[in-house]
């Protein structure tokens, strides 16, 4: 039993781990998309302040340029963040799945355990009252 408890504990810290990381990625991919939306107001101020909308124009804004690149990077990793994100929740879910039948071995394997225990107490003659109840409510 000792070994199916070691297993079990290990798959929890893995799950633990496992949600950890979809929040660690679930919260990056938040701040990569908000200070991705700064910048795009940051750019829309830096527009107006010269006027100028359009970035192929030889005077736009060397800020607003270096603003546009940025936020389209951000935008870009938030993106790939949230493919990293479905995979990290996919395994988060395949581990859960991976406790929740272990979990289940363990207590078939108890329960399997407990019942040779209690054959040849005076417990069985009270098992056997019990079928025999059984049997009469059936018929």
Do not use: W
């Amino acid at each position: 039993m000792k070994l199916q408890e070691s297993v079990l504990r290990l798959k929890r810290f893995q799950i633990e781990e496992k949600r950890r990381r979809v929040a660690q990625i679930e919260s990056m991919a938040f701040e990569f998309t908000r200070i991705a939306s700064e910048l795009e107001q940051e750019i829309a101020a830096e527009e107006q302040r010269a006027g100028i909308f359009e970035p192929g124009h030889f005077a736009y804004p060397t800020y607003a340029r270096a603003a546009r690149a940025r936020r389209d990077n951000l935008e870009r990793s938030a993106r790939d963040l949230t493919a990293q994100l479905e995979d990290a929740r996919s395994r988060l879910a395949e581990a859960i799945a991976d406790l929740e039948r272990a979990e289940g071995c363990e207590a078939r394997d108890r329960a399997q355990g407990a019942a040779p225990q209690e054959s040849g107490h005076a417990g069985d003659s009270a098992a056997g009252e019990d079928a025999g109840r059984l049997r009469a409510a059936r018929g």
